[in-house]
């Protein structure tokens, strides 16, 4: 399998963040019922900014505040993700970035979640430039366990919550995955490979439902 280089430009932390702290974190896991159903709590230290790149524009988007609606079209492309400059404390340790949707086929019957929407570990931070207010930039030049897979909900299916955890990577992470990346867990990954808790997290909406996109002014 050929390594990916996943590389987030560097973006004012007043824009990424001002939405996105770990207690706004929390608290929309909370509220959007992703506590209990991917975690059993959720306690971050840390906002996890996740950016796309839109097709054929350039421009970005980034998940701000948790929660945020997408289309598929502009989730084409694997997201990039950063944290804050000031992690210094974190400037030598190892992460794990998973994306994972708990809604499939449909929420009312998630037979299919987990949908295991990519997996990688070996991101490390980004050397950040001098200037406060920059937020430091998660590389992995290693092969992701799990590529990224585009979100693609059935168009009869109420939004689903697409989900990102970063983790810190213990010293005996895998460097392959042979379960299927339906019906995944998370959770139970987590506790296997001694991950511990969620550093940080973040979700995005997304719907192809023809209905659910003209009640979000997507249409």
């Known amino acids: 399998m050929r390594g990916i280089l996943f590389i987030l430009p560097l973006l004012p932390t007043a824009f990424v963040y001002a939405e996105n702290t770990p207690g706004s974190a929390r608290q929309a896991f909370i509220q959007a019922g992703l506590v209990p159903d991917v975690l059993s709590s959720f306690n971050p230290v840390l906002p996890l900014d996740v950016t796309y790149t839109i097709p054929g524009t350039g421009q970005q988007k980034a998940v701000a505040p948790p929660g945020k609606n997408f289309t598929r079209p502009q989730t084409l492309n694997a997201p990039t993700w950063s944290i804050p400059s000031d992690s210094r404390h974190l400037a030598?340790?190892?992460?794990?970035?998973?994306?994972?949707?708990?809604?499939?086929?449909?929420?009312?019957?998630?037979?299919?979640?987990?949908?295991?929407?990519?997996?990688?570990?070996?991101?490390?931070?980004?050397?950040?430039?001098?200037?406060?207010?920059?937020?430091a930039a998660l590389v992995n030049i290693t092969p992701a366990l799990s590529e990224y897979r585009q979100p693609t909900p059935p168009n009869t299916s109420d939004p689903h919550r697409y989900t990102w955890l970063l983790y810190r990577?213990?010293?005996?992470?895998?460097?392959?995955?042979?379960?299927?990346?339906?019906?995944?867990?998370?959770?139970?990954?987590?506790?296997?490979?001694?991950?511990?808790?969620?550093?940080?997290?973040?979700?995005?909406?997304?719907?192809?439902n023809p209905a659910a996109l003209a009640a979000a002014g997507e249409s």
């Not at 213990?170 to 511990?196: C, H, K, M, R």
């Open 92 to 135: 030598h340790e190892t992460f794990v970035v998973a994306m994972v949707d708990p809604d499939a086929p449909t929420p009312q019957s998630p037979t299919n979640a987990q949908i295991r929407h990519f997996l990688g570990g070996n991101f490390r931070l980004q050397s950040s430039p001098s200037e406060p207010g920059v937020g």
């Open 169 to 208: 990577q213990p010293l005996d992470f895998p460097t392959t995955i042979s379960s299927n990346v339906t019906n995944f867990n998370i959770s139970a990954f987590a506790q296997e490979f001694g991950l511990g808790q969620p550093l940080a997290g973040n979700f995005m909406t997304l719907s192809t």
